[in-house]
């Protein structure tokens, strides 16, 4: 004999929970579009690091 009120108490297999596979497949591809996003912009500010530190060192080189 089990209580109406009782029902959601325990553990349940994730499997059978399409809610919680839908939120943890959302915060999977956020993660992923963020981690994109992040590894274009560091490779954006190296290209342009290089390219300063280039202009800069052919500027040097005008000097001598």
Do not use: W, Y
């Amino acid at each position: 004999m089990s209580s109406p009120g009782f029902n959601h108490i325990g553990f349940t297999d994730p499997r059978q929970r399409p809610e919680r596979r839908r939120a943890v497949a959302l915060a999977q591809l956020i993660a992923t579009v963020a981690l994109v996003l992040s590894i274009a912009v560091a490779a954006t500010a190296v290209s342009i690091g290089i390219a300063r530190a280039g202009a800069l060192a052919a500027d040097a080189a005008h000097l001598d």
